[in-house]
């Protein structure tokens, strides 16, 4: 079950059923099966927090990912603060929506598997974005 909760923040305008129609598809390209997957989008604020508190990071994120993964199915909770999602959009100049669903995937990239932060893993990791957004692209034709 995939489910979309906020702290703090309004929801975001994204369309559920399609939304985890497409988390199902791309998780399905790694051959995994999606169990329970928990969104909650707040502001920078309390992702800050959230970050200190778990990770001991003292710095502002787009997102964080608690990863309950078992095998073949993925699970956990993806923490989305929509104030710094705005923020890269502007940055990047790129559309809010398309920067939130980045980085809606962005988490189930993590779930499944493909890591950012060591050596020309970035790239590899935007690579993936790119094609699951592209999955998205082809879910609304």
């Not at 604020?45 to 200190?52: A, D, G, Q, R, T």
Request: charged share 30%.
């Amino acid at each position: 079950m995939i489910t979309y909760n906020v702290d703090g923040v309004k929801m975001p305008k994204i369309k559920k059923r399609l939304t985890n129609k497409w988390i199902k598809a791309v998780a399905d390209t790694y051959g995994k099966k999606t169990g329970d997957i928990g969104y909650m989008f707040v502001d920078d604020e309390k992702i800050l927090e959230v970050n200190n508190e778990y990770l001991g990071h003292d710095y502002y994120t787009d997102i964080i990912t608690f990863d309950y993964d078992e095998e073949d199915v993925i699970s956990g909770d993806l923490v989305i603060s929509l104030d710094t999602v705005r923020t890269n959009a502007d940055k990047f100049g790129k559309e809010y929506t398309e920067e939130l669903n980045r980085v809606i995937i962005h988490g189930i990239l993590h779930l499944c598997g493909i890591n950012d932060k060591g050596p020309g893993e970035r790239e590899i990791m935007e690579a993936d974005e790119n094609k699951a957004l592209a999955i998205l692209a082809s879910l609304q034709d």
